[in-house]
């Protein structure tokens, strides 16, 4: 089967939800191409309290998740908490604009993160609802794929309104409401449950924490894994503002992010079909490969053209892992317990984050830029020679 047959095989709910996360995806990334710059420049925040928030806003996304996801295996229902999570996302984007102080930003991207903890898990098992497990790596790399496009266009309108409207960064983030509404009313149009879920919606049983005892270890070892890819990985902020540091003027920043998410778009399909028929683990050692020379090239950057080829490795790193990780999850937790099974993956991820963002914000205030991506290549490495341990039952080797 060719890739254009495989990509018209899957199922028109993958579609939709992909197009979802491409305008949410346009509108977030708008607002986060330049918040880093709105936070510490206008708003007088320092880089470790960037860290700090941007850490605690993943971690509230992941702990929501776990929630969300076991809610939606109780009620056996996934669009509601998928139209609540972007609705909130949406509603938050005025608020970027009329911010007066950091408390405001601070709560808008509290909410803002409640809000895609309450659509992450149940999209997630949305998607392996709907697809065949033969097609569920390309499935979620298409979706990964157009939230990549999205995580593109959102920087690049970036760059063209603070050219237009001369750096007024205010302005410019009131564009970013448009794409937001968008994707809300996509949702309620176009997406839909699955037959066996409307065919079956009686509740079941109220989550328990003995359900935990069903997941199998080839779960759990993928929660681990996620976790050292995460502490690995810190906030993308910190891509932007060592994009500040490095010879681009203040309307050209966001460009980092383009080409980081142009490597991703490009890349998350591809990777998410080829991982449908070779072994998982050799696309994540290649991801973590791409992981180190990224922070080594932005730990060792002067100018703006290693940057943006640290930005394009990150963004490979990012094609070749995220999506595989949501599939291996996908597969390896029982079909009842898929919300659940995504919502403890990135509540254990988002934790990871925390830490991660935190530390990469102490080490670049107490000892620059250089430290805090030289310390993410040190637990890229970390986490390469644990994954190159041999492992018993095999886990990844499918």
């Not at 609802?129 to 690049?156: H, M, N």
Request: net charge positive; with cysteine.
């Amino acid at each position: 089967m060719t890739p254009t047959v495989r990509l018209r095989a899957l199922p028109t709910g993958v579609w939709a939800l992909g197009f979802a996360s491409l305008f949410m995806d346009m509108s977030s990334e708008l607002v986060h191409a330049l918040l880093p710059l709105y936070m510490v420049g206008m708003l007088g925040a320092s880089v470790a309290l960037v860290g700090i928030i941007e850490g605690i806003a993943e971690a509230t996304a992941a702990i929501t998740k776990l929630f969300s996801g076991a809610l939606s295996d109780f009620v056996r229902r996934r669009k509601f908490l998928l139209v609540l999570g972007y609705s909130l996302a949406a509603f938050t984007k005025p608020v970027f604009p009329l911010a007066g102080s950091i408390g405001w930003i601070m709560a808008a991207r509290f909410v803002d993160r409640i809000g895609k903890g309450i659509r992450g898990a149940p999209r997630d098992a949305l998607v392996a609802d709907i697809t065949p497990p033969e097609q569920r790596g390309a499935a979620y790399g298409l979706r990964q794929s157009l939230d990549s496009v999205g995580a593109f266009i959102g920087p690049l309108l970036a760059i063209l309104l603070m050219l237009l409207f001369e750096n007024e960064i205010r302005k410019v983030l009131w564009i970013a409401v448009i794409p937001a509404f968008i994707t809300v009313a996509l949702l309620v149009i176009f997406v839909r449950e699955p037959e066996s879920a409307a065919a079956h919606n009686t509740p079941r049983a109220p989550l328990h924490w003995r359900d935990a005892k069903r997941l199998p270890k080839a779960f759990w070892y993928v929660i681990g894994l996620g976790a050292f890819f995460t502490l690995a990985r810190f906030s993308e902020a910190f891509l932007v503002l060592r994009a500040s540091e490095t010879g681009f003027e203040l309307a050209w920043v966001p460009a980092v992010m383009i080409v980081m998410n142009v490597v991703y778009a490009l890349g998350a399909y591809p990777a998410g079909a080829l991982s449908d028929r070779m072994s998982s683990r050799t696309l994540l050692v290649v991801g973590l490969l791409c992981l180190v020379l990224a922070d080594v090239l932005l730990a060792l950057t002067s100018g703006v053209a290693v940057t943006l080829a640290g930005a394009a490795c990150w963004g490979l790193h990012m094609a070749l892992t995220q999506g595989l990780l949501a599939k291996l999850v996908a597969d390896r937790a029982p079909a009842d317990l898929r919300g659940s099974a995504f919502g403890i993956f990135n509540l254990v991820s988002g934790v990871a984050l925390l830490l991660a963002s935190g530390l990469a914000g102490w080490l670049w205030s107490s000892f620059g830029a250089a430290a805090t991506f030289s310390a993410g290549a040190l637990f890229a490495l970390l986490t390469l020679g644990g994954l190159l341990v041999p492992v018993r039952n095999r886990t990844l080797s499918d």
